[in-house]
């Protein structure tokens, strides 16, 4: 079974440029989250979507991140313009309903320079 | 908000036991959730304890819970090199919620 797959695994792109990650869940999961970690913070919750509609945004650090997750298999994270502070890895996770494991993707590196 | 305490460094020679610590803040947790990051890649959900349970055991792995000190442990026995990782202590907030808060991660180093 393929896991949660994001893409690109390794982002390196200039301050003012528009950022967008990917994640593709895991086939019949329909809650999905994207995390952010840092070495200051730790693991962030951005937000948190399940079955496509966005339940909490709450973690969403400005106007300048957006997400959207257009149907069961797919989901996007936009940030825009992109800053220096946003460097992190940026991670995908995806469960059902009923379980209680998520299942993490394998992180997307994100440099801003 | 929820918060969850843990130290951010312990270092074991390979075949003591490791003990990692946790504390958090919320009352409501049903779940307690120990998961593994190896380097470059994302968590791994390790274990878990149900909040009325105090212990659970899972071959080398143990995990105690004290709730009502709010503190959660991992015990890893005979550690091996190959348990060198991040392992991240994570409460929910309750029943029904899958929104997890997470500990900043303990980095475990097992010297050969």
């Known amino acids: 079974d393929a896991g949660v797959i994001q893409s690109p695994r390794h982002e390196v792109t200039e301050m003012g440029q528009e950022v967008t990650l990917r994640c593709k869940p895991i086939?019949?999961?329909?809650?999905l989250f994207w995390y952010r970690q840092t070495m200051m913070r730790g693991l962030e919750l951005l937000i948190y979507?399940?079955?496509?509609?966005?339940?909490?945004d709450s973690g969403m650090p400005e106007d300048r991140f957006s997400a959207k997750m257009p149907n069961a298999s797919f989901s996007t994270l936009k940030i825009q313009p992109s800053e220096p502070r946003d460097s992190a890895v940026y991670f995908c996770?995806?469960?059902?309903?009923?379980?209680?494991?998520?299942?993490f993707g394998p992180g997307t590196r994100l440099t801003v320079t | 908000g929820e918060d969850v305490e843990q130290s951010l460094f312990l270092s074991v020679r390979e075949g003591d036991s490791s003990v990692i610590n946790c504390t958090y803040t919320?009352?409501?947790?049903?779940?307690l959730y120990w998961y593994k990051q190896e380097p470059g890649a994302g968590l791994q959900l390790l274990t878990y304890?149900?909040?009325?349970?105090d212990m659970k055991q899972d071959q080398r792995l143990t995990v105690l819970l004290n709730k009502k000190d709010k503190h959660l442990s991992l015990r890893i026995a005979d550690t091996q090199t190959g348990d060198s990782a991040i392992y991240f202590c994570?409460?929910?907030?309750?029943?029904?919620?899958?929104?997890?808060?997470f500990g900043k991660g303990t980095k475990l180093s097992v010297i050969p």
């Open positions: 996770a995806s469960t059902i309903d009923t379980g209680y494991e998520q299942y």
């Open positions: 086939s019949g999961h329909n809650s």
């Open positions: 979507f399940n079955n496509n509609v966005p339940i909490d």
């Open positions: 919320d009352s409501s947790s049903t779940y």
């Open positions: 304890i149900f909040s009325n349970m």
């Open positions: 994570a409460d929910d907030s309750g029943a029904g919620s899958y929104q997890l808060t």
